[in-house]
């Protein structure tokens, strides 16, 4: 029988061009009536999904031959959206929101290729939908006498969905609801939906989550089947289910976890050999002799791919009685368990493993906690108390930092994010964030368990069956080049780019920054640098592990991938091999299931996450108006985000940095002002006030108190000789050394920011006032620039008004600078709006203003008008001065001068003089 492979293979090969059926069964040798008849299901079935297209002309190809993209449409709140590919490597095709042709949010998509911008960039339009993605909606409804509208939680599905009056079921308005779409749109009208559940008013305990939940399609409540299938299975062991296994209820072993975890999975045990030896034993809950694959309890596990953790509440894969019950290792009490027994040299050489079905019997119980209080604290009451495991902790602690730090020389990158706690009380209201620490007991499950996953990977690729790997593809070297543009900025670089980058010059950057204040923003955008891990069914390189094979063994009570690896090591070990049906069955599946449990494991990171800044935005709802110390932890073309201590992260918005216009440079992560020069990047410590919190936007406003001038003057001097000791940078200009002024012909553009703002220069000579401003060409070309900015509005500032006071609305521009069609007022006969020509008029009037009273090359740095002013300023330029002596040269006092214009030199009288010199002149010569 022809299979879906062949048919792909075929089609792919660079000689096929399009085909009829009938040419098709001539080639793939289809004869019988029967074979026909299973043939043509399976090209429909294709077409279904997209992996085959059919011309007009009834001709069967793939589409990525046709010049046509399948993949799943990730779209975004401003309409446009991405089709990402379901061939790997294949770039992402951007969509516009006019090319979207009533699409949503997660559908399976197939898109034209139109046209191809510069870079690998592609644009193209949706023309058919292969599969929804979505059908249900949760929302907030907007109630009308004869109808409604859902406005949906996520944006990402742009529309309202409309709802007539006989599928309202009684809901309230403002109340958040469940809604089933009955009808989607077709790119003209909204989607039409019933209310199916109704969650109750936002602000009502516990709605959030549920909205979260519902929103996410996450499936609480397991079905009445599935609850009666964990039922018939037994809390205890028999004793015929021991037979065939090895009995380790004799070794001493004990599980570490958490204080408030209940499923628990994994025990651990080291001891000494009499050959000096280390014998690491790993031994996981056998979940899968009781979750029977094709199985009602093993279907609903599939479906739902690994337990989710909320803020309040545990979504698990399986029902308690499981997880919680037979299959949790709890102390004292014999479980099935697999084991992978380790055996290490004290040089940490693996001189045997083995891994096999057992029956164990846990000593203790023990937390994090309290390992870390005898290993670290020598806490005497729980040494005391645990006497005759303190030596097992001790040996423990001594393999785990071993194994840690053969991971480490060998490369792998470790980041150490701090994690933090939310804390909640009995109605799910928000009372504390507390800091998760890493202790030593956090490390040493951690080099078990990976240690584990290892050796079952590797054993297993060696016998060459179908298998789930973990895998971590190699960074994107676009993505690394620019991550080595910005650390340059702090002075480090990225040793070995080139064709491929191995993860320990990553690590040697983190060692490098660790206990520095750019530790947490370089960490953060290494990160983000990285692809992201998951699930495939081929065994490939894991970068951030460094290692050749690697697996998920250790989790089957949360994760699906490990409980199907169980099911494959429990069939070797019972049978000694794969039968030929089972391996090819094996073998088609796999790649599916490492899809979907990749997929679910992105859409659980995703809920956590969301539950996670929901109660972050409580937390601080009642804290507006507080002040607090932060981060910047990113920064955009609209603004910068601020992290404080505690986690939390919100926005300070370029409408709110009122002291200049700023513009966003991206490679050195930073908004830089126009005139005063202020520097704001990332990992630079800031002040701030909470000025709002939005729980229905997820967001969190902030704005700056710092006085950031006198921290601008200190950090550009430091800034300036920190350049130029870079021995990285090429030659800067140096605005400290003596002598003719000059420039050099070559410098580095990225360093151009760190220069000496213009109005305090270093001194040349007593008495004598330098200026370190650019060219008055460079000036006037700046000038130009500005002024053409200034009318366009939106090319290249970040500031939210003009100098007229207009905001983005009045030139019809969103926070990013681009332009909102919507937002565009309707335009006169001509076809030209009436408002944009009076406002450039009024612009171009303020501009030919300004060129009339020009600022010299000497203007001090502030503009005063008044003694007060003057005074304020020279006192905060003494203590400045203080500091750093008498580099800068002082502000002149303008009061002092009324005769002169500020940084001329000459009076209004002695220019009249010479203008009467050079007339008579010219008398003179016509005589």
């Known amino acids: 029988m022809i299979t879906e492979e062949q048919v792909l293979e075929f089609m792919r090969e660079q000689a096929y061009k399009p085909l009829t059926v009938q040419e098709l069964e001539e080639v793939l040798e289809v004869v019988s009536a029967d074979e026909l008849r299973q043939f043509m299901k399976l090209l429909n079935q294709m077409e279904e999904r997209g992996q085959v297209i059919r011309t007009r002309t009834d001709r069967y190809g793939i589409p990525e031959r046709m010049n046509l993209v399948v993949g799943k449409l990730q779209a975004k709140s401003k309409g446009f959206g991405f089709v990402i590919s379901d061939e790997p490597n294949q770039p992402d095709l951007y969509v516009s929101a006019s090319d979207m042709n009533g699409a949503m949010h997660g ?70 609801v469940v809604v089933d779409i009955t009808k989607y749109s077709n790119g003209v009208k909204n989607s039409q939906g019933q209310i199916v559940e109704i969650l109750g008013n936002p602000n009502d305990p516990g709605v959030d989550i549920l909205s979260v939940i519902r929103k996410y399609g996450l499936p609480e409540a397991f079905p009445p089947e599935v609850l009666a299938a964990a039922e018939k299975i037994p809390t205890e062991i028999a004793e015929e289910e021991i037979r065939g296994r090895r009995d380790l209820r004799n070794r001493r072993m004990v599980t570490i976890d958490g204080e408030d975890a209940k499923d628990l999975d994994d025990a651990v045990s080291v001891e000494r050999l009499p050959n000096g030896n280390y014998l690491l034993g790993v031994h996981i ?45 709890n102390p004292q009490v014999d479980r099935l368990t697999l084991t992978c027994d380790m055996e290490f040299t004290p040089d ?12 164990i019997k846990t000593n203790e119980r023990m937390t994090y906690t309290n390992v870390r209080k005898i290993l670290i604290d020598q806490d005497s009451e729980l040494i005391e108390r645990y006497e005759e495991l303190v030596d097992d902790f001790r040996m423990m602690q001594d393999l785990a930092m071993k194994l840690r730090n053969r991971r480490m020389n060998r490369g792998a990158v470790d980041f150490d994010f701090q994690e933090t706690k939310i804390i909640v009380n009995e109605e799910g209201k928000p009372v504390e964030i507390k800091k998760r620490e890493r202790s030593i007991a956090e490390q040493i499950i951690e080099e078990f368990m990976l240690a584990a996953n290892e050796t079952v990977a590797e054993h297993f690729y060696w016998l060459q069956v179908p298998f789930l790997y973990r895998i971590h593809e190699d960074p994107d070297m676009e993505k690394m080049i620019n991550f080595n543009e910005f650390i340059h900025n702090f002075g480090y670089h990225l040793k070995g780019i080139g064709n491929r980058i191995h993860p320990r010059s990553l690590q040697e950057i983190l060692d490098k920054v660790k206990d520095t204040p750019e530790e947490r923003i370089i960490s953060t955008v290494m990160l983000r640098s990285l692809r992201q891990a998951k699930y495939a069914a081929e065994s490939a ?89 932060g981060i910047i932890s990113g920064v955009t073309a609209f603004g910068m985000f601020v992290e404080l201590e505690n986690s939390i992260e919100g926005l300070v918005h370029v409408s709110y940095l009122n002291d200049d216009y700023y513009n966003y440079h991206e490679k050195q992560y930073a908004l830089v002002g126009e005139r005063t020069g202020n520097i704001y990047r990332i990992g630079d410590a800031v002040r701030i006030r909470v000025i709002g919190a939005s729980k229905e936007t997820i967001t969190i406003d902030f704005e700056l108190i710092t006085d950031a001038k006198s921290i601008r003057r200190k950090r550009r001097y430091e800034d300036t000789r920190a350049v130029a000791s870079d021995r990285n940078a090429d030659r800067v200009w140096d605005p400290t050394r003596k002598g003719k002024k000059k420039r050099d012909k070559k410098y580095d553009k990225s360093t151009v920011v760190t220069m000496l703002e213009p109005g305090y220069s270093r001194t040349r000579g007593k008495g004598k006032r330098t200026n ?62 009436a408002a944009k020509p009076a406002i450039e008029d009024a612009n171009r009037k303020t501009f030919k203003e300004a060129k009339g009273k020009r600022r010299s090359l000497k203007e001090p740095l502030f503009k005063v008008e008044t003694a007060e002013e003057f005074d304020l300023t020279q006192k905060s330029l003494a203590d400045w001065d203080e500091e750093f002596g008498d580099d800068f040269a002082p502000v002149p006092n303008p009061l002092e001068q009324p005769s002169r214009e500020h940084g001329k030199r000459k009076s209004h009288k002695s220019g009249l003089k010479k203008v009467a010199k050079m007339a008579a002149k010219k008398r003179n010569r016509k005589k």
Not at 348 to 359: K, N, Q
Not at 590 to 595: H, R, S, V
Not at 798 to 811: E, K, Q, V
Request: hydrophobic content about 30%; some cysteine; overall charge neutral.
């Open 285 to 329: 809950a056998d979940v899968g002799y009781y979750v029977q694959e094709g199985s009602v309890l093993d279907k609903e596990a599939y479906r739902r791919g690994c337990s989710v953790y909320l803020v309040d509440r545990v979504i698990p894969m399986l029902p308690h009685r499981l997880s919680n019950g037979i299959c949790s290792l």
């Open 348 to 359: 940490l050489d693996m001189v045997r493993h083995d891994i096999y079905p057992s029956v």
């Open 541 to 629: 390189r894991h970068f951030g592990l460094s290692a050749e094979y690697y697996t998920h063994f250790t989790s089957p009570i949360r994760r699906y991938p490990d409980l199907v690896i169980h099911r494959i090591i429990r069939e070797m070990v019972l049978h000694g091999r794969l039968g030929e049906k089972r391996h090819q069955y094996l073998s088609e599946h796999m790649a599916d299931i490492a899809k979907q449990s990749s997929e679910r494991e992105r859409l659980a990171v995703e809920a956590e996450r969301e539950t996670d800044n929901l109660k972050k935005v409580e937390f601080m709802l009642d804290k507006i108006g507080e002040e607090f110390d």
């Open 107 to 176: 559908d399976r998509v197939m898109a034209r290729i139109q046209k191809q911008t510069s870079g690998p960039r592609l644009e193209g339009e949706i023309i058919r939908i292969i599969e929804r993605g979505t059908s249900q909606i949760v929302g907030t409804l907007t109630k009308y006498p004869k109808y409604g509208f859902v406005t949906p939680d996520d944006r990402r599905f742009g529309n309202d969905i409309f709802i007539s009056e006989e599928d309202l079921n009684d809901a309230e308005d403002g109340q958040k």
């Open 772 to 833: 370190e401003r650019s060219s008055q060409t460079s000036n006037r070309r700046k000038r130009r620039s500005d002024e053409e900015n200034f009318l366009k509005y939106g090319k290249s500032q970040a500031a939210p008004s003009d100098r007229l006071g207009h905001t983005a609305d009045d030139y019809m521009l969103d926070p990013f600078g681009k332009r909102n069609e919507e937002a565009r007022p309707k335009r006169d006969d001509n076809g030209k709006s």
